[in-house]
């Protein structure tokens, strides 16, 4: 069966808020909510289509857009590829072109309204900041929280909370402290064992590889309101935490790291490689700054993650 390629849309409103359109009864999926866009044509780019599509059905002109994610799907009558990008500026005012319903809705709204089954990893994309910050090792409980009081004034909406040498009770001490901190602000990740979990319901629980391979053939460990995410270092736990159904995964070490300079780097070559056929959002680490953000979202990852070159202090 052939791979329909489809051109969609994470539209941003000046708000932050997220456009999406509801499908007409009669077509495939219809009845569904959708994220706008349409078939890219023979000889036409993605990016082409995009516009295209968005201007016949919403009635705008998209003036700054870049890739988001790429999703593979195969339903039982249909192969799609859907191309997605990231609209966060535009002309004029949308309205249903076709008729179709409209509705603007916040990124946390978004996961209570009813999707294809292919847009869930874009549902995830679209509510997932560029930058994943990862606290730095050494550091006391003081320092903790003042670093992360920091990146949360600096803007920073995603953290994991990593302090491998650290004794049990001051990392669940911390943990406590640091979910009061991004309350309202941020979504905060948490490491180690998954008996913790009912402990903190608010936090989002990121497993270690050993963990993912550990875990994995039991599916996904808790319900899908909360943020599951994963460390992947090649193909195979790719494939682990594709199976598992993670959120996100961070991928690395894209560079040579101070972290870990015994771990081999992919580079950015087989990292594009290796993202091609993964349908979830991916954060690259290992050697790379914020700075780095444009060149992932080129080989299509969500954004960058970082110890040193993200924390404040």
């Not at 009813?114 to 990893?121: D, G, K, S, T, V």
Request: aromatic share 8%.
């Amino acid at each position: 069966m052939k791979r329909i390629h489809v051109a969609a849309a994470v539209i941003r409103g000046k708000d932050g808020q997220i456009l999406i359109a509801k499908r007409c009864d009669d077509k495939h999926q219809g009845g569904l909510w959708e994220f706008p866009g349409g078939k890219v044509e023979a000889g036409e780019t993605a990016q082409a289509a995009l516009a295209r599509e968005l201007e016949e059905e919403l009635g705008i002109l998209v003036t700054t857009a870049r890739p988001l994610i790429q999703v593979r799907h195969d339903y039982p009558d249909k192969h799609v590829l859907l191309d997605v990008w990231d609209v966060s500026a535009f002309t004029g005012e949308p309205h249903g072109a076709e008729g179709q319903p409209l509705a603007w809705v916040s990124a946390k709204q978004i996961s209570e309204y009813e999707f294809p089954a292919a847009n869930r990893p874009i549902v995830a994309a679209a509510r997932l900041p560029e930058h994943y910050l990862i606290t730095p090792e050494g550091l006391s409980g003081p320092q903790l929280l003042r670093g992360i009081q920091a990146a949360l004034k600096s803007g920073i909406r995603l953290l994991q909370l990593r302090a491998p040498t650290m004794f049990d009770a001051q990392y669940r001490d911390i943990a406590v402290d640091a979910l009061g901190l991004c309350a309202g602000k941020a979504q905060l990740m948490l490491k180690g064992p998954l008996e913790w979990l009912g402990d903190f319901p608010a936090a989002g629980w990121h497993l270690t590889a050993q963990q993912l391979r550990e875990l994995s053939a039991g599916g996904r460990p808790f319900p899908s309101e909360r943020w599951l995410a994963a460390s992947c270092h090649s193909a195979d736990e790719l494939a682990l935490a594709a199976q598992m159904g993670v959120d996100f995964i961070t991928l690395s070490p894209v560079q040579a790291t101070q972290t870990h300079p015994e771990a081999q780097p992919l580079g950015w070559a087989q990292v594009a490689e290796l993202l091609q056929g993964f349908n979830q959002p991916a954060y690259l680490l290992g050697g790379v700054t914020p700075a780095n953000a444009e060149q992932a979202w080129q080989v299509g990852a969500q954004g960058v993650a970082g110890i040193r070159a993200f924390w404040p202090e």
